[in-house]
């Protein structure tokens, strides 16, 4: 299944310091071993100016990476949301609108216990919400909202200088967006480098 780029231009455009789509910020700093050197965890518009367009670039490189090349569509089973499950964790995470610091720090050492470059890196989750205009037959948009999409955009960076966290170089849109809509049975999967699996292992879903 594609990935429609109009679908991510959408969400894109909601994800700046004047439209912003974005209630809540949490992350945590990795040392090169996969453990965890500190977290953080705020209300995304507490952030400063300079903070809120800092973080939305980093956000906005998933969805507005080259589509179906360093984005990839991924279909989730019954089996990827098993009891105990990453999917179930990422799930409960979307559901508490990232306030649960339990849940955040499962899931930071579920990826370190997975992931381990040799260099320190940060871990960001984003939480967002966009009223989904409905579409009138001609396909223009009407004023009333048609659903509401919550969504969680997770990056791994490498960090570099004083906990600065650097271009992302993998991360995931979940659940995915397409035809204007909810699709959660799917996960958007971004790597910078093209061909390599990243988030895809760590997460264990297949295209």
Same mark, same amino acid.
């Given at each position: 299944?594609? /990935? +429609? ?11 700046? #310091?004047?439209? =912003?789509? $974005? ?12 453990? /965890?050197?500190?977290? $953080?965890?705020?209300?995304? !518009? *507490?952030?400063?100016? &300079?903070? *809120?367009?800092?973080? !939305?670039?980093?956000? *906005?490189?998933?969805?507005? &990476?080259?589509? =179906? ?7 989730? +089973? ?8 990453i999917m179930q964790l ?13 849940? !955040?720090? &499962? ?14 890196? %940060? #871990?960001?989750?984003? $939480? ?10 001609? *396909?223009?948009?009407?004023?009333? &909202?048609?659903?509401?999409?919550? $969504?969680?955009?997770g990056t791994i960076s ?19 967006? %397409?035809?204007?809509s909810t699709d959660i049975?799917?996960? =958007? /999967? ?7 699996? !990243? ?9």
């Amino acid at each position: 299944m594609h /990935i +429609d780029r109009e679908d991510m231009l959408e969400l894109t455009r909601r994800m700046t #310091v004047s439209r =912003n789509c $974005f209630s809540r910020i949490a992350g945590a700093y990795m040392d090169e071993e996969g453990f /965890i050197d500190g977290t $953080f965890n705020t209300h995304f !518009l *507490k952030l400063s100016g &300079s903070e *809120k367009e800092k973080n !939305l670039n980093i956000a *906005k490189t998933v969805p507005y &990476s080259n589509t =179906n090349v360093n984005l990839r569509n991924y279909r989730l +089973d019954q089996g990827a949301r098993k009891p105990g499950s990453i999917m179930q964790l990422l799930e409960a995470l979307r559901q508490c609108e990232l306030k649960n610091d339990a849940l !955040l720090y &499962s899931l930071y050492d579920y990826i370190g216990e997975r992931y381990q470059p040799g260099y320190p890196y %940060a #871990v960001y989750l984003f $939480f967002g919400s966009y009223d989904v205009p409905t579409k009138g037959k001609d *396909k223009e948009n009407q004023w009333e &909202s048609e659903e509401v999409y919550q $969504f969680l955009i997770g990056t791994i960076s490498p960090v570099t200088g004083d906990y600065e966290a650097g271009k992302p170089e993998a991360g995931f849109l979940y659940p995915a967006f %397409a035809n204007h809509s909810t699709d959660i049975d799917g996960i =958007n /999967i971004y790597q910078a480098e093209e061909g390599a699996q !990243l988030f895809a292992k760590i997460l264990g879903v297949q295209a």
